[in-house]
Nanobody
Framework: QVQLVESGGGLVQPGGSLRLSCTAS????????MGWYRQAPGKQRDLVATASSGGSTNYADSVKGRFTISRDNAKNTVYLQMNSLKPEDTGVYFC?????????????WGQGTQVTVSS
């Protein structure tokens, strides 16, 4: 089983910044896509950003120009730099990692980290 450990959430004022990180642990990992999703209270979980093993990235329209996703493949870690945060960015942010381990496809989720944007 591939374990994901997230960190970096918290309370921030509108206009502020936060950086989330998520590290995947496990032997013989071949990671394809890494990404972040968020779930606001009473809403479904939506994509925020993804980064492929080839370096391509994809963002939700609502975060383009404010959020940046990056990967450190040597550390099996994905980051989400969030700038110019808005109250509507509030939610639980979940890390998602997909790939192959020991010839088996995996699709793992982190436990979630709370991000609250409020004055």
């Amino acid at each position: 089983q591939v374990q994901l450990v997230e960190s970096g959430g918290g309370l921030v004022q509108p206009g502020g910044s936060l950086r989330l990180s998520c590290t995947a642990s496990g032997s013989s990992l071949s990671i394809a896509a890494m990404g972040w999703y968020r779930q606001a209270p009473g809403k479904q979980r939506d994509l925020v950003a993804t980064a492929s093993s080839g370096g391509s990235t994809n963002y939700a329209d609502s975060v383009k120009g404010r959020f940046t996703i990056s990967r450190d493949n040597a550390k099996n870690t994905v980051y989400l730099q969030m700038n110019s945060l808005k109250p509507e960015d509030t939610g639980v942010y979940f890390c998602n990692v997909r790939g192959v381990r020991n010839l088996r496809i995996f699709n793992s989720w982190g436990q979630g980290t709370q991000v609250t944007v409020s004055s």
